[in-house]
């Protein structure tokens, strides 16, 4: 059974709740903000699941210098700038 709590947002937080709820997709507050935190964990799982891939990268590249086959640093760091665009564009 869901739990009822009550929120105050601020202003521009209620505005842009009000301005869902006339858009006529919503029909309640409720929705709105379940829509939201639904949306929020979802980046969050998708954060941690982006995260695990760099661990995983990182892992990979540390056996790779263990058997002697490093790279260029500049380069590696070039990717890596890349990469945090690409992920900070999709957020």
Known sequence: M???MNITLA?????FV???LDSG???SASQVVGEALRLL???DEL???RKQEIRSG???GLYSLRRGE???GDEFFAQLEREERELERNL
């Open 47 to 49: 954060v941690e699941h």
């Open 58 to 60: 990182i892992a990979a």
């Open 70 to 72: 490093g790279i260029d």
């Open 18 to 20: 009000q301005l869902k």
């Open 2 to 4: 869901p739990h009822a």
């Open 41 to 43: 964990a979802e980046r």
């Open 25 to 27: 997709r919503y029909h």
């Open 11 to 15: 202003a521009d937080l209620a505005a």
